[in-house]
């Protein structure tokens, strides 16, 4: 059986579809559909059905992916690799949020890009997780770190660690709402605070309002940035209320320059997945980038 076809159905079967196939590829569509055609009439069996969107594999797809796919993995590690493995060659890439994958996931990994003969040169791009994972999926990353859990076999996720978010404002804000006004009153007494955020649509706002109070935020935005960071800069300089990931505002927590408004019994919580193209754990600079995280992340709080 001709590798090149098995190749081909393993990535149409991970793709979930015959033109991201292609993409990740090289290949003409046609060329895709010609080649499981041709790997259909040698083995006598139907592998996809096809529908209006994407392909399903056949009960005889998923045996043949379970047999072959380890195999094809394997032989690509020995040629992505080569016999004389030098991993400090190899190039890592990295897509992710960029104050997660700046505060958290780029010092951590720094330490693996020494010339202990095992690291890696690093290469990192921020984004939205729709980015990161279509960027991924496309073949231009190697890692991504998402808050959201792609879909399909293309790709593989594995829960990396939960980013609690706190409601805070400068001190002159809480002043100004007192100590038991929130408690009492709730949501609405925050409706004449102006907001801090990073789209117009306030989302963590608006998670954690569902999350806490049950309801939606009636204030709109006051100033809007692209970054987290900026948005507690604002923050701290009194441009209003924020809900912020408390990693990222604990130094202004205990510096005092913010302060929490709310301390909710349950905090919300925001999960973050590192995400690989299914297989490519296979290959050494990226498994051991993978397992490093996920242990770095065991002291993350």
């Known amino acids: 059986m001709d590798l090149a076809l098995l190749r081909t159905f393993v990535t149409v079967h991970r793709a979930g579809s015959f033109t991201r196939a292609a993409a990740l590829l090289g290949l003409s569509q046609p060329a895709v559909t010609s080649q499981i055609r041709t790997l259909e009439r040698q083995l006598g069996r139907p592998l996809f059905l096809r529908r209006a969107r994407g392909v399903t594999p056949t ?39 960029p104050e997660f994958t700046a505060e958290r ?17 690093l290469r990192a791009s921020f984004g939205t997780a729709e980015e990161a994972l279509d960027g991924l999926a496309a073949g231009h990353h190697d890692l991504a770190i998402s808050t959201a859990r792609p ?26 709402i007192g100590p038991d006004t ?41 100033v809007v940035v692209p970054d987290l960071r900026a948005v507690l800069s604002c923050a701290i300089a009194g441009a209003g209320l924020a809900v912020l990931p408390r990693y990222l505002c604990a130094p202004a927590l205990d510096q005092g320059t913010i302060v929490t408004l709310h301390e909710p019994a349950v905090p919300p919580l ?22 490093w995280l996920r242990g770095a992340a065991t002291t993350w709080l």
Do not use: M
């Open 151 to 176: 879909r399909g076999a293309l790709l593989t996720a594995t829960p990396l660690c939960d980013e609690e978010h706190v409601l805070v404002a400068a001190p002159r804000w809480a002043e100004r």
């Open 270 to 291: 925001r999960t973050y997945f590192l995400v690989v193209r299914t297989g490519t754990l296979a290959l050494p600079h990226i498994a051991r980038a993978h397992e």
């Open 59 to 97: 009960t005889t797809g998923d045996e043949l992916a379970h047999k072959a796919a380890p195999h094809l993995d394997a032989l690509v590690e020995i040629a992505e690799s080569g016999l004389d493995d030098d991993s400090s060659l190899r190039t890592l890439h990295l897509a992710g949020p």
């Open 105 to 121: 996931a780029l010092p951590a990994l720094t330490e693996l890009t020494g010339d202990d003969g095992q690291g890696f040169t």
């Open 182 to 222: 929130l408690r009492l009153k709730g949501a609405p007494a925050l409706e004449n605070l102006p907001v801090v955020e990073v789209h117009e649509s306030l989302p963590l706002v608006a998670r954690y309002w569902a999350s806490v109070f049950d309801s939606r935020p009636a204030a709109s935005g006051a």
